[in-house]
C-alpha cells in the first residue's frame, strides 16, 4: 500500500524528506538494539520538526516515544514518519500505538511493515480503528535494507551471515604455509574491529584457532566503537579447541560455543567435558556434513536462531568461507583487497569445492559500497 492512498493525499516528496531523516536516525541504533529492529521516528507539524528519536537500547523506549517525548503537546495534529509499523503489542515496553493516539496524532506514515507476527499489520490496523490516517511504502527499499538481518530472523529463524577475508589482488587469502599476517593494512584490520563490536556473533572454524589462536574480541580504537560484546563460536566437529587457547581462556569473560559432531568417540567426548568444565557451551549439531565441513553449516545456523542471533561474522576459514557460499548461506560480504600479487598456485584461496565449473554458476553479488580503507580496496557485497 502505498501513502498517496491517504485521503489527505500527502506530499510524497515531502514525505521521503522525512522518512530519510528517520532512516539516519535508525542508523543509530544499531548494534545497540539487535535483536530488536533499528527504527528511527520524526514528528512533523505545519512543516516543522517538532520531535524526533530512535530505539537507543534493547529493552528501552521505542523510536515513537522518544519522538513523543520531544514534540510533547506538539503531537497533536502532527505527522509521524517512522521506518517500521509501530507495535501494538506489550513486550519490554508498552504499545507505541497507544501511545500515539494518545498522544492525538493525525497521520502515521510507515515505511515498511514489521514482520513479527506479533504486529504484521496489527499496528497499522489498530492506529485506523483509532481514525489516525495511515500510509505505508514511502522508503520501503531502504526501511529493508536497514532491516534486512532483523527481517531475515523473523522470516529464516537464522543470523544474517557477514562473511569478512582479506586477500591479495590475485585472490589470496595467505601463503601455502598458512601465513595470512599481514595481508590487510592497519586501518583495514580497525575497521574489522569495528565490525565485531556491532555484530551479534564472530564465527570461525577450528583450523582457523589450531593456526591463529585468535581472541576474537572488538579492539577498534574508540571505546564507542564497540557497542556489544560478541558471542564467539568455533566450528569444531571433534572438540579439539586447546585449552591453552585464548578463546578458552577468556571464556569467563567473553562467551565461546562449540559446535561439534552429536557422535564423539570417547577422546573427543572427554575432551568436550573438559571445555564444558571451563566455562564453554558445546552444542552438539545434527545432520549431514556440509563440504569440507564436518558440521552441517545450515543446522549451525539453526541454531544461533534460536539463541535470537541476529548478525553473525564469519572470519574463516577459507574453507569454511568455502562451504558457506557453496550452500548459497552467505548474505554479506566484507572484502578488503590489498595492493599486493602472491602468485603461488598453492597459496590459500577460498574453497568452495566444485560450486562454479562454468561462471553460470558463480556466485554473484550487488556491490553496496566499495571506498579506500587506507592501502586496501574494501568492497561490501550483498547476495
Known amino acids: 500500500m502505498d501513502a498517496a492512498t491517504d485521503s489527505n493525499q500527502p506530499d510524497l516528496a515531502e514525505d521521503a524528506k522525512w522518512m530519510r531523516r528517520a532512516l539516519e536516525l535508525a542508523e543509530l541504533g544499531r548494534g545497540l538494539v539487535e535483536p530488536n529492529p533499528v527504527v528511527g521516528a520524526v514528528i512533523i507539524k505545519n512543516g516543522e520538526l517538532v520531535g524526533e528519536g530512535w530505539h537507543e537500547k534493547f529493552g528501552g523506549?521505542?523510536?515513537?516515544?522518544?519522538?513523543?517525548?520531544?514534540?510533547?503537546?506538539?503531537?497533536?495534529?502532527?505527522?509521524?514518519?517512522?521506518?517500521?509499523?509501530?507495535?501494538?503489542?506489550?513486550?519490554?515496553?508498552?504499545?507505541?500505538?497507544?501511545?500515539?493516539?494518545a498522544a492525538g496524532v493525525a497521520r502515521v506514515s510507515a515505511a515498511v511493515l514489521d514482520p513479527n507476527p506479533l504486529v504484521a499489520g496489527r499496528g497499522i490496523s489498530e492506529l485506523r480503528r483509532h481514525s489516525v490516517a495511515v500510509g505505508v511504502g514511502v522508503c520501503a527499499r531502504q526501511a529493508s535494507q536497514i532491516n534486512a538481518p532483523f527481517?531475515?530472523?523473523?522470516?529464516?529463524?537464522?543470523?544474517?551471515?557477514?562473511?569478512?577475508?582479506?586477500?591479495?589482488?590475485?585472490?589470496?587469502?595467505?601463503?601455502?604455509?598458512?601465513?595470512?599476517k599481514w595481508i590487510s593494512c592497519a586501518e583495514s584490520r580497525h575497521q574489522v574491529h569495528r565490525l565485531r563490536g556491532r555484530v551479534d556473533a564472530v564465527l570461525v572454524g577450528i583450523n582457523t584457532v589450531l593456526a591463529?589462536?585468535?581472541?576474537?574480541?572488538?579492539?577498534?580504537?574508540?571505546?564507542?566503537?564497540?557497542?556489544?560484546r560478541a558471542m564467539r563460536c568455533?566450528?569444531?566437529?571433534?572438540?579439539?579447541?586447546?585449552?591453552?587457547?585464548q578463546l578458552v581462556q577468556t571464556a569467563g569473560e567473553y562467551p565461546v560455543l562449540v559446535f561439534h559432531q552429536r557422535q564423539l568417540d570417547a577422546a573427543a567426548a572427554q575432551r568436550r567435558?573438559?571445555?564444558?568444565?571451563?566455562?564453554?557451551?558445546?552444542?552438539?549439531?545434527?545432520?549431514?556434513?556440509?563440504?569440507?565441513?564436518?558440521?552441517?553449516?545450515?543446522?549451525?545456523?539453526?541454531?544461533?536462531?534460536?539463541?535470537?542471533?541476529?548478525?553473525?561474522?564469519?572470519?574463516?576459514?577459507?574453507?569454511?568461507?568455502?562451504?558457506?557460499f557453496a550452500h548459497h548461506l552467505v548474505d554479506e560480504a566484507h572484502v578488503y583487497i590489498a595492493p599486493m600479487i602472491?602468485?603461488?598456485?598453492?597459496?590459500?584461496?577460498?574453497d568452495a569445492g566444485n560450486m562454479a565449473v562454468h561462471l553460470a554458476g558463480a556466485a554473484r553479488g550487488t556491490v553496496a559500497s566499495q571506498n579506500l580503507c587506507g592501502s586496501d580496496v574494501h568492497l561490501v557485497l550483498l547476495f
Open 61 to 101: 523506549p521505542h523510536a515513537e516515544i522518544r519522538a513523543l517525548e520531544v514534540a510533547g503537546a506538539k503531537a497533536a495534529g502532527a505527522t509521524v514518519y517512522v521506518t517500521l509499523e509501530p507495535c501494538c503489542h506489550t513486550g519490554k515496553t508498552g504499545p507505541c500505538t497507544t501511545a500515539l493516539v
Open 151 to 180: 527481517f531475515k530472523l523473523m522470516d529464516q529463524k537464522r543470523p544474517w551471515v557477514i562473511a569478512k577475508w582479506a586477500q591479495s589482488i590475485d585472490g589470496t587469502l595467505g601463503d601455502r604455509f598458512g601465513e595470512s
Open 212 to 228: 591463529d589462536d585468535p581472541l576474537l574480541t572488538a579492539r577498534p580504537h574508540h571505546p564507542l566503537d564497540i557497542r556489544r
Open 234 to 245: 568455533v566450528l569444531d566437529g571433534h572438540c579439539r579447541l586447546p585449552m591453552h587457547s
Open 273 to 324: 567435558e573438559h571445555l564444558m568444565a571451563a566455562g564453554i557451551d558445546c552444542i552438539p549439531v545434527d545432520g549431514e556434513t556440509s563440504g569440507n565441513s564436518s558440521l552441517n553449516l545450515a543446522a549451525v545456523l539453526d541454531s544461533l536462531g534460536t539463541r535470537s542471533i541476529t548478525n553473525l561474522l564469519v572470519e574463516g576459514g577459507s574453507r569454511v568461507i568455502g562451504d558457506l
Open 342 to 350: 602472491v602468485g603461488d598456485d598453492q597459496a590459500r584461496r577460498i
